[in-house]
C-alpha cells in the first residue's frame, strides 16, 4: 500500500489537471507535541503529500531555516524513535495521505538499514529521502526499502546531466525530486523555464511524477512551478512561519500554497 498511495496521490491530482502540494516540515521542531499538531493538520489544510524532515546536527543541503530548525529539534532532545512515533500518529489519523522521512544517512545507518526500513513501514512511511546518500552507495538500503515496500525517492539537481542522470534515477520509486536551484533550500527562486526544461528532459528517462523544491516560498511562485511540473514541495516557508508566527498562521500558508499548486494556468 504505501508506495501506492504516493502513485494515488499524484493521479489524483494529475485527473483534475493539477499539480500535486507536497509540504515539508522538521519533526520535533520547537518539539514534539507542536510538531505533532502542525504534522496532523497539514492534510486538512491541503498538503497532498507530507515530507517530515528527521533532524540531524550537520544538514549540508539546507538553508539556514532548514539547519536552524534541526538545532531546535535536536535540543528538544528528539530521538529517531519520536520521529517515528509521530509518523505512527500521522497514519493513524490518515490512512491515504502519503507521508515521506526526509534526512541524512547517519542517523539511519547507525540504527541499520533494514532495522530502519521495518520500524518505518510499521509506522506507515511511504517513501524515504536520503539527501546525502549516492546511488553507488545505496544498494544495502534500497534493497530494505523495496522489501518492506518503501518508496526510494532520489534529489535530482540542476547539474545532474549526461549520463549521470539515469543512474541517479536507477531504482527510484514513488517519484523524482528536482532540486530547482542549485545550492541549498530556501535560498535562490526557481527560473520557470529552466524548471520546465529540467522536467522535460527527466521524463525522456521516467514514467514517474516529478515534484519541484527547493527556492519555491510563494504561492505565486507555486502556481508558476505548478505549470511545468506535476508537483511542487515547500518547506523552508512552511518552517519559518510556523516557526515565527504559530501553527495556524502554517496552515493558513499551506492553504494558499495548497490552493495555488492546485491551480494550473
Not at 532532545?77 to 519520536?82: E, N
Not at 513501514?121 to 526499502?145: C, H, N, Q, T, Y
Not at 514517474?208 to 508558476?224: C, E, N, S, Y
Amino acid at each position: 500500500m504505501s508506495i501506492n498511495r504516493i502513485s494515488n496521490a499524484f493521479a489524483k491530482r494529475t485527473a483534475n489537471n493539477q499539480s500535486t502540494f507536497i509540504a515539508y516540515m522538521m519533526a520535533g521542531d520547537p518539539d514534539l507535541a507542536i510538531s505533532r499538531e502542525l504534522l496532523l493538520g497539514l492534510p486538512d489544510a491541503g498538503a497532498d503529500i507530507v515530507e517530515l524532515g528527521m533532524p540531524f546536527s550537520d544538514p549540508v543541503a539546507e538553508g539556514l531555516t532548514i539547519q536552524q530548525a534541526a538545532q531546535r529539534s535536536l535540543l528538544a532532545d528528539t530521538k529517531m524513535a519520536g520521529v517515528l512515533s509521530l509518523a505512527k500518529d500521522f497514519r493513524k489519523a490518515h490512512p491515504d495521505t502519503p507521508l515521506i522521512l526526509m534526512g541524512y544517512a547517519n542517523p539511519v545507518h547507525h540504527m541499520g538499514w533494514q532495522v530502519f526500513a521495518k520500524a518505518a513501514a510499521k509506522a506507515g512511511v511511504d517513501g524515504m529521502i536520503i539527501v546525502d546518500l549516492p546511488p553507488e552507495e545505496s544498494d544495502p538500503f534500497a534493497k530494505a526499502l523495496t522489501e518492506n515496500d518503501i518508496a526510494l525517492i532520489r534529489l535530482i539537481a540542476p547539474t545532474t546531466v549526461g549520463e549521470r542522470l539515469p543512474k541517479v534515477l536507477s531504482g527510484v520509486s514513488g517519484f523524482v525530486y528536482y532540486v530547482s536551484v542549485t545550492g541549498v533550500t530556501g535560498d535562490a527562486v526557481p527560473d520557470a523555464t529552466e524548471v520546465a526544461n529540467a522536467v522535460q528532459n527527466i521524463k525522456l528517462h521516467t514514467d514517474l511524477p516529478v515534484a519541484v523544491g527547493f527556492g519555491v516560498r510563494t504561492p505565486q511562485t507555486a502556481q508558476i512551478i505548478a505549470n511545468c511540473t506535476d508537483g511542487v514541495v515547500v518547506g523552508s516557508a512552511i518552517v519559518a512561519t510556523m516557526h515565527k508566527t504559530g501553527v495556524k498562521a502554517a496552515f493558513e500558508l499551506v492553504k494558499k500554497l495548497a490552493d495555488a499548486t492546485h491551480c494550473k494556468t
